[in-house]
């Protein structure tokens, strides 16, 4: 599939021509237009100390066993979904099952298995709301997105992919179509390029029948570093890699490349609606830095691996500053949350909150190895792991205090 090389949205706006500005005192958040896109840029939150929200301080539900029952133990939860009456829906990676849970917490009822056929999976990797009642899991392994109805029964399959690389789920639209994003995209042939590169990936429509709608836009790609290893090109994952982050909201895509402190609302043509900002953020990236990440890689590795891994990861390039944040997601309020960037297989303490315009709230912190699922007004759902690093899917109040 052909696609222009994306331009960065910094780029596209330089130097603003501005035919409108306000600024809003007590959030100190500027909210300006040019030709026809709002820029909302912010310094500081608008949340002062001891307001904003937080999470309650005991979950509101725990569902998680390393000892008990079989349909209470998870192996590598890949999504959940809180449905309106209380029933959570989980998709487990390690069973390939969809699980049921009551609003109590207790078990319901399984669907799908291992395998390719409808309604089976080779590599579960979301879960989410899709229209009306809908449901949809994305498997990663077959490019293939199941439709469910709410209780998890798998209603029908679309395939979608193509020649796009490494293709991830975004989510389902109002109308019932699929957005996708390519995970990465290196060249080859003549047109590789050795070292760190960073090349764009396209963001795809697909009708509900599973055709390609069309190519929304190009964002850029993950961060490479590539090596010629006896006449074979290699393809490593560098230290502080940028990748692009993605969401939907409604009719609407949040979109971001994490090179700076910004994200875009863009509509599904591709048109870039609304872009928010925050200034001043430290995004400097130390030699300290770059060494206690290595240091903390090789000390995951098996002895026999260390010395090899220090080694290939000296001898990579590293980016020039830190991703300025990890992933986003939207409640259900259509405020956007973006994830503090970490290195896996850590998960973002600190979540930033902007309201459903763009203004900067401020920070919702997390509870230690709590993965963030879903947020709604009142509740945010989530995986906890223990110090064994069993998972458990935990429910949590969300208390906003403004």
């Not at 501005?18 to 959030?27: K, M, N, V, W």
């Not at 996708?180 to 050795?194: A, F, H, R």
């Not at 925050?278 to 691996?305: C, F, H, N, W, Y």
């Not at 930033?352 to 203004?359: E, H, I, L, N, P």
Request: net charge negative.
């Amino acid at each position: 599939m052909a696609f222009s090389r994306y331009i960065p949205l910094a780029a596209l706006f330089p130097g603003l021509t501005l035919s409108c500005a306000t600024e809003t005192p007590e959030t100190n958040s500027t909210v300006r237009d040019s030709a026809g896109v709002v820029i909302v840029e912010s310094r500081v939150p608008a949340w002062s100390d001891g307001w904003g929200w937080r999470l309650s301080e005991q979950p509101t539900l725990d569902i998680g066993t390393a000892t008990g029952a079989a349909e209470y133990a998870f192996s590598g939860i890949q999504g959940g979904v809180r449905l309106d009456d209380g029933t959570l829906v989980v998709a487990d990676g390690g069973s390939q099952e969809i699980r049921v849970y009551d609003a109590a917490g207790r078990f319901v009822r399984s669907t799908g298995r291992p395998g390719e056929g409808p309604g089976e999976y080779r590599a579960l990797s979301a879960l989410g709301k899709g229209p009306v009642d809908s449901l949809w899991a994305y498997d990663y392994g077959l490019r293939r997105f199941t439709v469910l109805t709410g209780d998890g029964r798998a209603v029908r399959t679309l395939n979608v992919g193509g020649t796009l690389s490494a293709v991830t789920a975004v989510g389902v639209l109002p109308d019932g179509s699929f957005i996708v994003k390519e995970g990465w995209s290196s060249p080859s042939g003549q047109d590789l390029t050795l070292g760190l590169i960073r090349e764009p990936v396209a963001v795809v429509r697909f009708s509900p029948d599973g055709s390609v709608q069309d190519t929304v836009v190009t964002l850029p790609g993950r961060e490479v570093f590539i090596t010629n290893e006896g006449g074979r090109a290699v393809m490593s994952a560098p230290l502080f890699a940028h990748n692009s982050s993605a969401a939907i909201r409604g009719a609407e895509l949040i979109l971001g490349d994490q090179t700076d402190f910004e994200v875009a609302v863009y509509s599904t043509t591709g048109a870039v609606r609304r872009v928010i900002r925050v200034l001043d953020r430290d995004l400097q990236l130390t030699d300290r830095d770059v060494a206690g990440a290595i240091d903390l890689t090789v000390a995951r590795e098996s002895p026999d691996r260390q010395i090899a891994t220090r080694a290939r990861l000296v001898a990579m390039d590293t980016p020039a500053t830190r991703p300025a944040y990890g992933s986003i997601l939207v409640d259900r309020l259509g405020d956007i949350w973006v994830g503090g960037y970490t290195r896996y297989p850590a998960v973002p303490r600190v979540w930033t909150v902007f309201s459903d315009d763009g203004r900067l709230l401020g920070d919702v912190e997390m509870p230690n190895r709590f993965a963030v699922l879903e947020v709604a007004d009142t509740w945010v759902l989530g995986v906890w792991r223990d110090e064994w690093d069993v998972e458990h899917v935990r429910l949590y109040g969300l208390e906003k205090l403004e």
